[in-house]
């Protein structure tokens, strides 16, 4: 017996039944049972029986990144640390994508820190399993202000979805919101598909930042940093 704290996943599998996501648990087992990178929540072990799933995972005490943009003031972080944070995001998603996995769910609320606030990419009921570097998924998921323009048209999406996805929340680390946010979100999505990011939207941000988001926000995805 150790003292090492966990947390442990409990996903009843009459709601996942209920909402046709048994796949999706059953793939976020399978990925995190053999993902090993330092910034991927680290699975310890998963079991089930009659009327649960569990997954027993490293314990990352520092929050979420959610709650942290929410205690800063401005909510939002210093450019120095937000690029700390996309450095230690881009190594996850380029692991992930190694091993043929789309994570498609980058937000604030998914991001833990461990004890010495580091991040640790969690939740992958959202992600895809055996995407290689040219393959497409024509699933429509994900958070509202962070889909990828190519997932809201229906031409299928593949790595650079991610991409997008970081470039989403780098800005939202940098501003205190996801590029092109509205309430309406008919208007939001036409937005996110046909209107440019403006020098406007990224007033306040270094040169450099605004290069990498330009990159990472490109529409289309042949032309997208990745």
């Known amino acids: 017996m150790t003292q090492e704290q966990v947390a442990i996943k409990i996903l009843r599998k009459a709601s996942l039944m209920e909402r046709n996501a048994v796949r999706y648990a059953k793939s976020e087992w399978r990925v995190l049972e053999q993902a090993s990178s330092p910034f991927v929540v680290q699975l310890h072990e998963g079991f089930t029986d009659s009327a649960h799933f569990y997954l027993v995972l490293e314990f990352c005490g520092g929050g979420d990144l959610a709650f942290h943009l929410d205690y800063e003031e401005s909510n939002r972080f210093s450019e120095e640390r937000t690029r700390f944070y996309s450095a230690e995001l881009l190594l996850a998603l380029e692991y992930l ?11 604030p609320d998914n991001i833990l820190l461990d004890a010495k606030g580091h991040i640790r990419v969690a939740d992958f009921g959202l992600c895809k399993e055996g995407v290689d570097p040219t393959g497409r998924t024509y699933s429509f998921c994900g958070s509202p202000a962070s889909l990828s323009p190519e997932m809201l048209a229906g031409t299928g999406h593949g790595h650079g979805s991610d991409w997008y996805g970081l470039g989403v929340l780098t800005f939202e680390m940098l501003s205190g919101l996801p590029p092109f946010y509205c309430r309406d979100r008919t208007k939001m999505w036409s937005d996110m598909r046909h209107r440019p990011l403006s020098a ?6 270094s040169p450099v930042a605004a290069s990498f988001l330009g990159g990472l ?7 997208r940093l990745g």
Do not use: C, N, P, T
Not at 98 to 107: A, F, G
Not at 200 to 205: Q, S
């Open 200 to 205: 406007a939207a990224m007033a306040g941000f």
């Open 97 to 107: 994508h190694s091993i043929e996995v789309i994570y498609r769910d980058l937000k």
């Open 217 to 223: 926000l490109q529409k289309e995805e042949d032309k």
